[in-house]
């Protein structure tokens, strides 16, 4: 973007808001293949026939690379190969984004194709009445479970993921049943459609998935004979000049006013005139919706961008946006290819679930990539991060998108009852907080984000940057733009400085001298964050100088701690050089000069200019001991000092002074950026290492201290294998200081090359009391497990047993990563050890056992399933040692199909054992979810132990399969369930929605269904009878008051309560309703039961004589005017208004 200028950026191995330097911004270009990349776009170079006689007009609009005709005569000429496929760009008035996908698909070894979009406004409305008549049949939201093929193919698979229902953060019209969120229909060839309907979560609502299997001819018939009898031809036209800009102006006006942009979205789109759009966008200008354009923003979207929105935002304080991930692969795929939504991510059959994947597609904020807005002040007041250990720094240019919105808090990426405050400036505005930066902000964008957006990547510290680092040389990352990575990752425990800086280009000086005058007033922000990160510039080298010269107690301490942070000066050597002699000035008061001051305050900065003068000074002031010339200077700083001087031969002496001043205190910290600048810059050099290292482990062996050579030679070592007979050599030595270099070398090179059978024999001859085997039972153990030998697993099981909290110090990838290897090695005594542990491990962390066992379930299993199975089930039976069956039974219930599965549960509760329940707890936290059992299988269990008096299966299954129990239980099994409700109340039978037990039981015709119907109404509808949703849900299932056990007077009763509680409610929420009480005044139905109505107008003077601090008569108007009463009813109501008003 052409005024975004004064990039601010960070230096190589960035310190905390450390040296900036200028950049360019790059906008997003056109989309280009990443190298290796399955995920890129087929770029056409040949235009198809379209399915209408209508070729496209010569587009003034068009994304490169991105075909405007669909090849429905020949789809042969589609490729469809990898995750993304090919993209059209077609018709703008029924798919919404105007964007329409097709990939090639397999499945069962039958080839395929699937057509993807989204569906708007009344098109949707048109194709949902046309599925229903051609006999469509409802269901749940799925997506199937893909791989990719080594031909770019993906392949369905057997598993799928299911979104299901979130109320807490929906909107009121998602129907709270997801058990028929989507409309299905079967072609006539294998080939069927399935669209999303507008009740179902927001983030899905519109979607269209058009499976087709065979010949691409065959699959042309049947794609044919869909459209024709669905209505569907007019959705592969080719776009127009006209359906394009409308499409600009729309996406315009959804930022500039949402309100009305939904409105039109929801009338007839084709029938909008550009013309209508554009006076609504008047306050823009021609010129900027002249710059308005289509860009592709990742490989599987484009969007309309507005250049101007991005600069309006970065002049009023945006700087950058940020996302953050856990894993250094996980960054490693994002530069690749990009940032995915949840929807996204489902689509392309990668069922991987995020922070909150289920609450995002109810609230809408799954069809979106979720980001953080980082501002200036936010910057300036250096505000700490939120979320994963990476964040992915997202350039400015970004918000010249138009298809995000934002909230200033978390708000699950809700994407419904929107208005301008979610949109650019107010956003921003909000976002800022009025001097309080909100940190849990969020900025959705729409389908995904590419990764043309990067600009840094920012680790929490130097062994997290390390271990990335590691990781992207390993795959050959690099970054998108080209930035070399070593300055792409940095390290920023606050807020990166990066971004447009706060000042036009030249106005810094202005800028710089307003900040001092603020400080003077005890207002050190600006000055603060210029000093620490403003790029170098001639004006910053003056402001430097004129600080040093003036020596104010309130500027002086902003300026040594910018510099501590910076580590380095605008100002050369030369210019310091000069300073010296006014600043050796004595004071005229008694106590050190002002160079002394600086010396002693700041010597690391002041070493970094190379400054031969201040060199000479710092040494003496050193001899001296008048200092220690170490100071407030961070480690990465110091790391940054060194590197800049060790590359100037002409600051030899400054150089060899810093390195005695920083490498004790490095090499004690065993910081990792000071030892990746000993492997670029080898400090020790031995003719004969061999001679060297004997010489050193003998001092070590006599003083029981590591020289510093010795720390520096390890240090400098460019692979953990080249130090594979050093470190065994050390070991043997059985030292404590041969600890902290092994912890060195671990640091660095995050493992230690050890040969499992050399290592062995060292450590059989380690006394229990060794530091160094405490050292390798307690941090090395996954090294110890990996190497999978007898006496190291014994050894780890020992000391697991005093010390059960050290093996949860290992995660489930540390597991993964162990388990694999055993796998590899074919170690089943190893394999058997490790997968006990690790599922004993995550006992009581879900997530973690997700991870684990989605990891399991892909890989083999290497002990016999059925021995396994019936020495676990009779292990738990006698209660001893539960947690070593854990695993085994985890494992099948992962890895098994649906009918293990179903047996192995079946087992476990027919055990009935502590040990049992315990693993069932355990397996349905890890999944996330109910086990797997049908609603018969459920009740018969239920039946089976309430008859042999096992109580622990009873409460149980009553708690964890209450709704199984109720949809599949006979009469003998309700009336069972009707004795504990009776007895003990809804809190022995927790369901999770009972409204969507309800309508399943509705939708049964089996025994016991009245009975079920009949208990959830009167044990679980009235206490939560105030709920919009309890209406609904009665409402569906055409129950009445009595249905409740209520007769007239308790439904009059009840009326009142319900009436109190919304009245009560208001205060707090607005969007309480009145309907429950219409509900029961109607009787369920559609007319008034006046003998209800006349009892409730008896009870409201008393209610209201009671209750003075309730506001009747709003609501009562209220109520009223629903009622549509008669004339004497009116008459009736409003002496009781007046009664109750005469009573208050």
Not at 130 to 146: I, N, V
Not at 887 to 909: E, N, P, R
Not at 1092 to 1112: D, F, G, I
Request: net charge neutral.
């Amino acid at each position: 973007m052409g005024a975004v200028k004064n990039v601010v950026g960070p230096a190589p191995t960035t310190v905390p808001h450390s040296l900036a330097n200028t950049t360019k911004s790059k906008s997003s270009g056109p989309l280009q293949k990443a190298p290796g990349s399955a995920d890129a776009f087929s770029v056409h170079s040949a235009r198809a026939a379209a399915i209408v006689d209508a070729t496209p007009t010569p587009p003034t609009v068009s994304v490169p690379g991105i075909p405007e005709a669909f090849p429905i005569a020949d789809l042969s000429k589609i490729s469809g190969r990898g995750y993304v496929g090919d993209v059209y760009l077609l018709d703008g008035g029924s798919l919404e984004g105007m964007k329409l996908q097709a990939r090639r698909i397999r499945e069962s070894g039958t080839p395929g194709l699937e057509l993807t979009f989204r569906l708007q406004g009344q098109a949707h409305d048109r194709l949902m009445a046309a599925a229903k008549k051609a006999g469509a049949a409802s269901g749940p939201l799925e997506f199937k479970a893909r791989a990719l093929g080594s031909d770019g193919i993906l392949e369905n698979t057997k598993k799928s993921g299911r979104v299901t229902a979130d109320s807490g953060h929906a909107p009121k019209d998602m129907a709270h049943s997801d058990d028929n969120w989507c409309l299905s229909l079967e072609g006539n060839k294998g080939g069927s459609i399935s669209i999303v309907t507008k009740k179902a979560a927001v983030s899905a609502r519109g979607l269209v998935r058009l499976e087709l299997f065979g010949t691409d001819v065959e699959m042309k018939a049947e794609l044919d004979a869909l459209a024709k009898s669905l209505g569907l031809s007019q959705l592969f036209a080719p776009p127009t000049q006209k359906s394009k800009q409308r499409y600009l102006l729309m996406r315009a006006l959804w930022q500039h006013d949402h309100k009305q942009a939904k409105k039109l979205g929801q009338s007839d789109v084709e029938k909008i005139a550009p013309e209508s759009v554009k006076k609504q966008l008047g306050a823009h200008g021609s010129a900027r919706l002249g710059a308005l354009a289509l860009t592709d923003v990742s490989p599987s979207h484009f969007s309309v961008i507005d250049p101007a929105q991005a600069e309006l935002m970065i002049k009023a304080g945006a700087r950058y946006l940020y996302s953050t991930v856990e894993s250094p692969e996980h960054v490693a795929s994002i530069l690749q290819n990009g940032q995915k939504s949840s929807l996204r991510r489902y689509l392309d059959g990668q069922i991987i679930d995020g922070m909150s994947t289920n609450e995002d597609f109810s609230s809408g904020g799954g069809v979106g990539v979720f980001t953080r807005l980082v501002t200036q002040s936010a910057i300036m007041q250096e505000g700490s991060w939120t979320g994963r250990r990476y964040k992915v720094i997202l350039k400015p240019d970004l918000l010249a998108r138009t298809d995000w919105y934002g909230h200033k808090g978390d708000e699950f990426g809700r994407a419904w009852g929107l208005d301008q405050k979610n949109f650019g400036l107010k956003l921003l505005e909000d976002v800022e907080g009025k001097g309080s930066y909100q940190d849990y902000n969020e900025l959705i964008f729409r389908d995904s984000i590419g990764p043309q957006y990067i600009g840094r990547v920012v680790a929490l510290d130097e062994t997290s940057r390390n271990q990335l680092l590691t990781e992207l040389e390993k795959q050959k990352v690099q970054a998108p733009d080209g930035t070399p990575l070593h300055e792409l990752v940095v390290v920023s425990p606050q807020f990166l400085s990066y971004g447009p800086a706060p000042y036009e280009p030249g106005g810094e000086l202005e800028f710089a001298t307003a900040a001092i005058a603020e400080a003077k007033k005890n207002k050190p922000m600006n000055l603060k964050w210029f000093l620490a990160n403003a790029p170098r510039s001639p004006a910053h080298a003056e402001i430097e100088r004129s600080l040093l010269l003036s020596a104010n107690p309130k500027t002086d301490e902003i300026l040594f701690e910018a510099l501590s942070i910076r580590g380095a000066m605008s100002l050369g050597a030369e210019d310091l050089d000069a300073l010296v002699p006014a600043l050796s000035k004595p004071k005229p008061s008694k106590g050190p000069n002002r160079l002394d001051q600086l010396l002693e305050t700041i010597p690391g900065p002041l070493l970094s200019t190379g400054s031969a003068l201040v060199t000479e000074k710092l040494r003496a002031r050193i001899e001296k001991k008048e200092t220690t010339g170490l100071d407030g200077t961070s480690s990465s700083a110091w790391v940054g000092i060194l590197t800049k001087l060790a590359a100037r031969p002409d600051a030899a002496p400054a150089y060899e002074l810093a390195r005695a001043l920083a490498f004790p205190r490095l090499l004690e910290e065993k910081d990792v950026g000071f030892l990746r600048f000993l492997e670029a810059h080898p400090q020790v050099t031995p003719a004969d290492s061999t001679a060297f290292l004997k010489s050193q482990l003998a001092s070590l062996e006599k003083s029981g201290k590591a020289t510093q050579e010795l720390q520096l030679y390890l240090g400098q070592a460019k692979s953990a294998d080249s130090l594979s007979e050093t470190q065994l050599s050390l070991i043997r030595l059985d030292q404590g200081a041969v600890v902290p270099l092994l912890e060195s070398a671990l640091k660095k090179h995050g493992k230690l090359e050890l040969d499992g059978d050399e290592l062995a024999k060292v450590f059989s001859k380690l006394p229990s009391t060794s530091k160094v085997r405490q050292f390798l039972l307690g941090t090395l153990a996954p090294m110890l497990l990996e190497l999978g030998r007898p006496e190291f697993l014994s050894a780890l099981e020992k000391r697991w047993t005093s010390a059960p909290h050290e093996k949860s110090n290992l995660d489930s990838k540390a597991w993964i990563h162990v388990i694999g290897r055993h796998i590899e090695q074919k170690s089943s005594a190893a394999f058997s050890f490790s997968l006990e542990h690790a599922i004993a491990s995550f006992e009581w962390n879900g997530d973690e056992s997700r991870t684990l066992l989605e990891r399991l379930a892909t890989m083999p299993l290497l002990v016999d399933p059925k021995k396994a199975i019936a020495r676990a089930i009779k292990g738990l039976a006698t209660e001893k040692k539960p947690g070593e069956h854990f695993g085994t039974l985890a494992w099948h219930l992962a890895a098994g199909d649906g009918d293990t599965k179903s047996l192995l549960v079946s087992s476990l509760i027919e055990a009935g054992s502590a040990g049992a329940e315990k693993l069932l707890d355990w397996l349905e936290r890890a999944q996330g979810k109910a086990l797997p059992l049908s609603e018969t299988v459920v009740a018969e269990h239920f039946r089976n132990a309430s008859k042999s008096g096992q109580k622990r299966m009873v409460e149980w299954l009553s708690r964890h399969h209450a709704h199984e129990l109720f949809i599949g239980g006979g009469p003998d099994v309700i009336a069972l369930l009707e004795k504990r409700l009776s007895k003990q109340g809804q809190w022995a039978m927790p369901l999770e929605d009972w409204t969507q037990t309800l309508s399943s039981v509705a939708g049964k015709a089996h025994d016991g269904a009245a009975e079920a119907r009949k208990l959830l109404l009167e044990k679980y509808a009235l206490p939560g009878f105030s709920e919009a949703k309890t209406v609904e849900a009665l409402t569906a299932v055409g129950a009445t008051p009595k249905d409740l056990g209520l007769d007239a007077e308790a439904t009059a009763k009840k009326a009142l309560e319900v009436l109190e509680n919304h009245i009560d409610r208001l205060e707090y929420d607005e969007d309480s309703s009145i309907g429950p009480v219409v509900w029961l005044l109607k009787g369920g139905g559609e007319t008034l039961d006046d003998a209800v109505l006349t009892r409730l107008l008896a009870l409201l003077p008393q209610s209201a004589a009671e209750n003075t601090h309730r506001e009747y008569g709003p609501v009562l108007n209220q109520l009223s005017n629903e009622l549509e009463l008669s004339a004497a009813q009116k008459k009736a109501f409003a002496t009781a208004k007046q009664k109750a008003a005469s009573a208050k």
